[in-house]
């Protein structure tokens, strides 16, 4: 079945900087990738995805790019903010359920 | 519109008892799956219903059981509870099958946080 690993699995920056986190995939048949974001107390929420016929999707400070020869995916914030702080997940579809990276703790310091 | 709403949000169980767990998807959201969020194991797939249907099942032992009622709402049963189901249990819905290739987003709820002692 699918396997998603995730890296790294804390990550510190600077307010202002950029932050990446990358994935990578073992099922060639998996094609969409979202990414989420969870935040303590609440359940992970959908922050942007994309689907394997695209190679970058933008959503204002936030972007990910996919490449499918390599089998993997990353996120990146641009111009962090304080409520970027937070556990972010990706994930990849197969066999009609997601499945999830082991997740990323991004704390931005001010 | 509502989000998806699971209860209770905490309990304490001790070994040895059954614990029920209860998902109210988005209205219209026929698909809901089931995820257990641990600190070592991150977001297992435990099982995903559709239309009353189990559809998908993750690698989890017997004890661990769900359903689907007609408005889509769904319940998750965990049965001679150990101390390694403490975990949060989360709830996600989607309109149709839910994670798959062009297929809808899944909406999460906030979680049930499950101790075991």
């Known amino acids: 079945g699918e396997n998603v690993e995730q890296h790294p699995s804390t990550l510190s920056v600077q307010e202002g900087d950029s932050a990446v986190i990358k994935c990578t995939y073992s099922?060639?048949?998996?094609?969409?990738f979202p990414w989420y974001k969870q935040e303590l107390g609440k359940g992970p929420q959908l922050i942007i995805d994309?689907?394997?016929?695209?190679g970058e999707k933008k959503d204002q400070r936030i972007a990910v790019t996919l490449n499918k020869t390599a089998k993997h995916f990353s996120l990146h914030i641009t111009e962090t903010q304080p409520e970027d702080s937070a556990v972010y997940f990706c994930?990849?579809?197969?066999?009609?359920?997601?499945?999830f990276g082991q997740g990323t703790r991004l704390t931005i310091n001010p | 519109k509502a989000g998806v709403t699971q209860t209770p949000r905490y309990l304490i169980k001790t070994r040895g008892q059954q614990v029920t767990l209860s998902c109210s998807p988005i209205?219209?959201?026929?698909?809901v799956s089931w995820y257990q969020q641990t600190p070592g194991q991150g977001l297992q797939f435990l099982f995903e219903y559709f239309s009353e249907t189990q559809r998908n099942k993750g690698n989890f032992p017997g004890r661990f059981s769900g359903r689907q009622f007609s408005n889509s709402r769904s319940e998750m049963n965990v049965s001679t509870l150990e101390l390694g189901d403490s975990a949060l249990y989360l709830c996600a819905s989607s309109f149709i099958r839910g994670g798959s290739s062009g297929a809808n987003v899944l909406t999460f709820g906030a979680g049930s946080r499950l101790t075991v002692l």
């Open positions: 994309i689907r394997s016929n695209v």
């Open positions: 209205s219209g959201h026929r698909s």
């Open positions: 099922d060639s048949a998996s094609n969409y």
């Open positions: 994930a990849a579809s197969g066999a009609q359920k997601l499945v």
